[in-house]
């Protein structure tokens, strides 16, 4: 985190207020990847902290867990200006945190938003369309990844929140069951 904080590897960080490294457990079963902080986010230092925050905080809620309870980090820990897609040149020099978050956090499942965030970790350019459907595997790390619309787009077209919903529930298929409560 203090290595990200002081990053020099991308021309990002001479724009950026501050870093966004991520919040959450450190051991999450769900590891959140957004695409890159927005106007708040780099004022704030915390990711998806605005309106599409709240809806990805009822989202994860319908599934039974609290931002709390899970790990959200973002493609990019730097906002790029005026919020234009990241470069793939920026997400290469990011990439490595990112890995190593996933690795530290060794989630259970990662759940990608939005188009960007799907197509880095998945080392693809197939639309998000067709990534919504099924599972896939990291292609560097044995980690599950579902694909789901990012919140921001939801807030633009509810319609296909019912869609999303599908999208968590294939999710929530790759969750291990709850450890029963010990007896007394
Ligand atoms: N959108 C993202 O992809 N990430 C954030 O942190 C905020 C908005």
């Excluded at 990847?33 to 106007?39: D, K, R, S």
């Excluded at 897609?85 to 978050?101: F, I, K, M, N, T």
Aim: hydrophobic content about 40%.
């Amino acid at each position: 985190e203090e290595t990200v904080a002081g990053c020099p590897l991308c021309p990002l960080c001479a724009s950026r207020s501050r870093t966004v490294f991520g919040v959450g457990r450190r051991d999450a079963d769900i590891l959140v990847v957004g695409e890159a902080p927005g106007a708040e986010e780099d004022r704030q230092g915390e990711p998806f902290v605005g309106r599409a925050g709240q809806l990805l905080d009822n989202m994860l809620r319908a599934l039974g867990y609290s931002r709390e309870q899970v790990f959200i980090a973002n493609m990019l820990k730097c906002r790029p200006p005026r919020n234009r897609d990241p470069e793939a040149s920026e997400v290469a020099a990011c990439w490595p945190y990112l890995d190593r978050q996933i690795e530290l956090v060794a989630p259970q499942v990662i759940l990608a938003v939005g188009r960007i965030a799907a197509q880095s970790l998945l080392a693809t350019d197939r639309p998000l369309r067709t990534l919504r459907q099924g599972s896939h595997q990291l292609p560097t790390r044995d980690v599950p990844v579902v694909v789901s619309y990012h919140p921001a787009y939801l807030l633009r077209s509810p319609q296909d929140k019912a869609k999303a919903w599908q999208d968590l529930r294939r999710l929530r298929g790759h969750l291990k069951p709850a450890m029963p409560e010990e007896e007394a």
